[in-house]
């Protein structure tokens, strides 16, 4: 079974960064679109970023373009999202998300979802 598991969420001042990482276990990813959304309060769930589990392919929201990074770690089996230039609007509960690649890395529909990891950007 698919399992996904968030971690290094925390406090952070406006312009700092932070880096989550999603640990991802139950089988293997090569087939596998892996995301990150978030989930502020008061709001709607927001796609952020997404990227194949092999391959350079990525997407970005607007909101994030130039400030998130995403990417894999081959050691960990993990996908990671460093943030950078953080904002209070970046405040959210962020979670990771995989599902079997279908369709493009702009869709928003995710199978398996992680627990969530809290960032909190103060101002």
Not at 84 to 113: F, H, M, Q
């Amino acid at each position: 079974q698919v399992q996904l598991e968030e971690s290094g969420g925390g406090l952070v001042q406006a312009g700092g960064s932070l880096k989550l990482s999603c640990a991802a276990s139950g089988r293997p990813f090569s087939n596998y679109h892996m995301g990150w959304f978030r989930q502020a309060p008061g709001k709607e769930r927001e796609l952020v970023a997404t990227k194949m589990w092999i391959g350079g392919s990525t997407y970005y929201a607007d909101s994030v373009k130039g400030r998130f990074t995403i990417s894999r770690d081959n050691a960990k089996n993990a996908v990671n999202l460093q943030m950078n230039s953080l904002k209070p609007e970046d405040t959210a509960v962020y979670y990771c998300a995989a599902r079997i690649r279908t369709g493009r890395l702009t869709d928003p529909e995710y199978d398996y979802w992680g627990q969530g990891t809290q960032v909190t950007v103060s101002s």
